[in-house]
């Protein structure tokens, strides 16, 4: 088993020419992949999305510059339980990936549709959003089923072939007949060694005398237990349990497999063929399910039989509602992944930015499925990596289902003084609650000196005092503006510093106290614009980048995210606009 999954390499894909993540997944846990706009999110995903069983195969659109001679790669670096490293790649030539994990990626099936009309005779071309079809099943098996005959079974068993179960209620459960066409391996059946214990059981049974029930009971413990850990025995025994099938014992469990491996050794062709349909048909019923409790569209979305395959169809995106087509197209692939990677013991599973636009109850409801998924291959025994692609603030997940989620930043900050974090991290401190708030956090025309209390809790003398706390944001505020190296917190300390300095300054002397005695910053700003002051709009639209800043947690990275918002070129104008104004 996996314990962690520590680092992605790609080389190569879209905008990365080459890049290592420090990523440390936990299986079976939600994990955010958080990175601004254009930087690189879409190209992981591309990565993921061009692995095929043999090689990674890119569209020239997706190669690294649009270049055919830079070669792909992906690599993965994980940790086992026992703590032995391993690393694969896939590139143009191989993918070593495929036989640890399987990997399906989710995105948007939202496209742009152009058309043609002509009016007054010119040619006026118009265009409409479409979703495309999710293809479930792509190739549809003809109708076969299993051949099989009672009376023919027992003829050919022998003198005692009353003993055996009629299997024929078997052959038409899909469920079942789909675990043992995807689980059971059938390669060692001819072994004379499988023969000859088969051949002991039967011998065994035909040479007993009485009833079904006096003749199995003679047959020995040790011929039972031979034939029962035979590959293909012992593998549809699992499927019958598995589908919650009860047999009245053991033997009659083995006497019904051993038919069933007969039925397969009779035409192996044939059985291919109804295995396949089994399967076809069991996966058909477990998406009609699905699509049946989503009942919300008045188009009686269903998964459908066409040329194609079994698809999912949508009417045009304006005929159904947002919501509806984001769950529905969700679901859709969030299933197809799951009946897709069935046979893998790991599992990536990539979500390329779909919860960045839904609405919060839909949202709610995707996660919702998505935990359920990760629940049921947990059950199973198997690990998932659900990699969820997004731009938003991690925190606005942990508001809805996610209680339990890990966030990697792709743009990590490495931030040399941490002079800012350690102030706000003991901003709760009662020796300097109330001057750090008042004076340091918020703007204030005093200054403040805190040295006794910063030294007797081991803060930078350097940022004892307002005074200096306040140059030491400000200089942190024009490094970022410059595009040089900053530190987070001090920015967005500074902008809100800046912000209420601004607001005062547009205040008569005789409202400057009461603004300075108004708590949080959005009561500051209105109640300048209540005493006349025109406070400008950009002031309030700030508070996603300086409220967030406000409280740091311990043994958590404090920086990226911030850095992600910050990272933004409509904030970094938006504060400069602070250190220096916009002429009116």
């Known amino acids: 088993m996996i314990k962690r999954m ?21 299986p079976n846990k939600p994990t955010l992949i958080v990175a ?8 992981i995903t591309a990565a993921f999305g061009s ?29 086992m339980q026992d703590g032995s490293k391993i690393e694969k790649e896939a590139n143009h030539t191989k993918n070593e990936l495929t036989a640890t994990f399987g990997v399906h990626v989710i995105n948007s099936q939202l496209v742009s549709k152009a058309k043609k009309l002509k009016i007054a005779g010119a040619n006026i071309v118009t265009s409409a959003i479409e979703v495309t079809p999710v293809v479930l099943i792509k190739n549809i098996p003809p109708k076969e089923k299993f051949s099989y005959s009672f009376a023919a079974a027992k003829g050919a ?151 194609d395959g079994l698809v999912i169809a ?48 839909n949202l709610v409801a995707c996660q919702y499925y998505l935990t359920q998924m990760i629940a049921e291959l947990k059950s199973e025994g198997r690990q998932i990596f659900p990699l969820i692609m997004t731009h938003l603030n991690p925190g606005f997940f942990r508001n809805f289902t996610f209680s339990d989620q890990k966030v990697c930043y792709l743009n990590k900050i490495a931030v040399a003084d941490k002079a800012v974090e350690s102030i706000i991290s003991k901003r709760d ?29 081991g ?53 400057q106290g009461e603004f300075l005695s108004t708590h949080k910053t959005v009561n500051k700003l209105q109640f300048a614009q209540s005493a006349g002051a025109t406070v400008p709009e950009v002031y309030f639209l700030l508070a996603v980048i300086y409220n967030d800043a406000m409280h740091v947690r311990a043994n958590q990275d404090n920086f990226s995210g911030l850095g992600a918002k910050l990272a933004n070129l409509t904030i970094k104008h938006m504060i400069s606009t602070l250190i220096q104004p916009e002429a009116p």
Request: glycine share 6%; aromatic share 8%.
């Open 429 to 457: 401190d009662p020796a300097i609650s109330d001057a750090i708030s008042k004076h340091f956090l918020h703007f204030h025309s005093d200054d403040m000196d805190l040295s006794n209390e910063f030294q007797a809790l």
């Open 6 to 26: 520590d680092k992605i390499a790609i080389t190569n894909v879209k905008g990365i020419e080459n890049s290592v993540f420090d990523v440390q997944l936990i």
């Open 157 to 307: 068993f022998g003198k005692n072939g009353k003993v055996l179960p009629n299997i024929s209620n078997f052959l038409v459960d899909n469920r079942v007949m789909a675990k043992i066409w995807n689980q059971v391996d059938f390669n060692k059946q001819d072994q004379a060694g499988v023969k000859k214990a088969i051949k002991t059981l039967q011998d065994e049974i035909n040479a007993g005398t009485g009833n079904s029930d006096k003749i199995l009971a003679s047959v020995e413990d040790e011929t039972i237990q031979a034939v029962s850990t035979i590959d293909f025995v012992s593998g549809i025994l699992a499927a019958f349990a598995e589908s919650g099938l009860n047999h009245a014992s053991q033997i009659e469990a083995i006497l019904a497999a051993l038919q069933i491996g007969d039925i397969h050794a009779s035409d192996k062709a044939a059985f291919k063929k109804a295995g396949e349909r089994a399967n076809y048909a069991f996966e058909k019923a477990a998406y009609v399910e699905v699509f049946t409790a989503l009942k919300g569209t008045w188009r009686n979305i269903q998964p459908k039989e066409t040329a």
């Open 36 to 43: 601004p706009n254009g930087f690189g999110k879409s190209s």
């Open 459 to 511: 803060l930078p003398a350097g940022l004892a005092t307002a005074s200096q706390f306040s140059v030491h944001c400000a200089s942190h505020m024009q490094r970022y503006v410059e595009g040089k190296g900053f530190d987070p917190l001090a920015v967005c300390s500074g902008v809100r510093r800046q912000v209420e300095q601004l607001s005062f300054d547009l205040l008569a002397e005789e409202s």
């Open 51 to 79: 692995l095929r069983l043999k090689r990674m195969e890119l569209d020239k659109d997706e190669r690294h510059k649009g270049d055919e001679d830079l070669h792909p790669s992906l690599k993965i670096s994980y940790t």
């Open 314 to 361: 949508f009417p045009k995106a304006n005929q159904i509602s947002n919501g509806e087509r984001d769950i529905i197209c969700f679901v859709a692939q969030l299933k197809k992944a799951k009946l897709q990677l069935k046979k893998n013991k790991a599992v990536i599973l990539v979500i390329d930015e779909i919860f960045d636009y839904l609405d919060d109850a």
